[in-house]
């Protein structure tokens, strides 16, 4: 017999709530899963003779500028971890006007791609392609004055993809926004044996105030001028669609945006208008801003840095380079 009491208030309509009273039905019907294989670690490897080089980067806590031997040690907690791949950016001893260490044979991010590649070789290792960290003057092309000349900056991009595919690189990512240059990098690719490699166009990358921290991590800020003349204006969203175009025409395979957070309408916009897989960056300032608060105690850092990565991938994003997923893979197991 059913027990006397208070029957229970049953009318007519919709009671989402069912589906969220327990975690393992929330689980369930979740629409949206944030995987371990998503996330892309960027690191910052620093080109020294010291193999205990591992120094803090103030504005970003808990991310280094790290020789090789410490490179490797951090990947052998993040691979154990579930790490699938990662990006490297270099920063060398010496610069120049040419950016040269950016595609020499022996540079500081070919020596990291073969001793990444040797110890943990089913870890997909990609290489950021850009000058900006190896020239004097900072910027991401050759300059001329105060300005930046394209064309004659092709060659020396599509020399850096290729002396990245020759050190064993699993994909190349051109972040420079000089037009023609997934072009000229898959012709050079095509054309020496490497036409199986994929290329992650960095196709609309802003000229966003929250790369801030960045230019301290990689040591690339620019002597002079800014980046407005190549980088996207944060104003425009349909520019962004003509830029993932173009790349994919000259044979992009994977579209990136960055930055992510700002920028999520823009990821949704490229993930409807084409089959191409779409990758998200969410960038220095936006890490250090959740990190900063969650210092504060103002916000619970990692559920708010997971909230914030899965919005992306609802956007659209297959992919996401977070400076978050070390910390955050043990979270997805």
């Known amino acids: 017999m059913r027990a006397n009491g208070p029957k229970e208030d049953v009318r007519d309509f919709f009671r989402g709530r069912r589906l969220r009273m327990s975690p393992a039905?929330?689980?369930?019907?979740?629409?949206?899963?944030?995987?371990?294989?998503?996330?892309?670690?960027?690191?910052?490897?620093?080109?020294?003779?010291?193999?205990s080089y591992r120094k803090a980067i103030g504005s970003m806590p808990g991310q280094f500028q790290l020789s090789?031997?410490?490179?490797?040690?951090?990947?052998?907690?993040?691979?154990?971890?579930?790490?699938?791949?990662?990006?490297?950016?270099?920063?060398?001893?010496?610069?120049?006007?040419?950016?040269?260490?950016?595609?020499?044979?022996?540079?500081?991010v070919q020596q990291a791609v073969k001793a990444l590649k040797k110890e943990f070789p089913e870890l997909c290792?990609?290489?950021?392609?850009?000058?900006?960290?190896?020239?004097?003057?900072?910027?991401?092309?050759?300059?001329?004055?105060?300005?930046?000349?394209n064309d004659p900056t092709l060659e020396l991009l599509a020399r850096t993809a290729l002396s990245h595919?020759?050190?064993?690189a699993d994909m190349v990512a051109p972040s420079d926004m000089m037009d023609g240059r997934v072009a000229v990098i898959r012709e050079t690719l095509d054309g020496s044996g490497f036409s199986h490699l994929p290329l992650m166009s960095y196709a609309v990358?802003?000229?966003?105030?929250?790369?801030?921290?960045?230019?301290?991590?990689?040591?690339?800020?620019?002597?002079?001028?800014?980046r407005k003349t190549h980088q996207m204006d944060p104003a425009n969203r349909r520019e962004a669609l003509r830029e993932a175009a173009a790349d994919l025409a000259e044979g992009a395979d994977?579209?990136?945006?960055?930055?992510?957070?700002?920028?999520?309408?823009?990821?949704?916009?490229?993930?409807?208008?084409?089959?191409?897989?779409?990758?998200?960056?969410?960038?220095?300032g936006e890490y250090a801003l959740i990190k900063a608060a969650a210092e504060k105690g103002w916000v619970d850092g990692p559920k708010v840095a997971l909230e914030s990565l899965i919005g992306i991938k609802r956007a659209g994003a297959s992919l996401i380079l977070t400076y978050f997923a070390e910390e955050l893979l043990p979270l997805l197991k």
């Not at 595919?165 to 064993?168: D, E, I, P, Q, V």
């Not at 823009?266 to 960056?281: G, T």
């Open 25 to 51: 039905v929330r689980r369930m019907v979740a629409e949206t899963e944030l995987r371990p294989q998503d996330l892309i670690q960027p690191w910052f490897v620093y080109e020294t003779n010291d193999a």
């Open 68 to 108: 090789i031997p410490q490179l490797l040690r951090q990947a052998e907690g993040a691979v154990t971890n579930g790490l699938a791949a990662c990006i490297l950016f270099g920063i060398p001893k010496e610069k120049d006007p040419e950016g040269s260490q950016a595609y020499a044979t022996n540079g500081i």
């Open 125 to 149: 290792v990609i290489t950021d392609v850009c000058l900006c960290e190896y020239t004097s003057h900072g910027h991401c092309g050759l300059v001329r004055g105060e300005e930046i000349h």
């Open 165 to 168: 595919a020759w050190a064993g």
């Open 205 to 226: 990358k802003y000229a966003s105030a929250f790369y801030g921290p960045f230019r301290e991590a990689a040591e690339g800020a620019p002597r002079f001028g800014d």
């Open 254 to 284: 994977i579209l990136m945006v960055k930055p992510a957070g700002p920028y999520l309408d823009v990821i949704r916009d490229l993930y409807e208008s084409f089959d191409a897989p779409v990758a998200a960056y969410q960038v220095s």
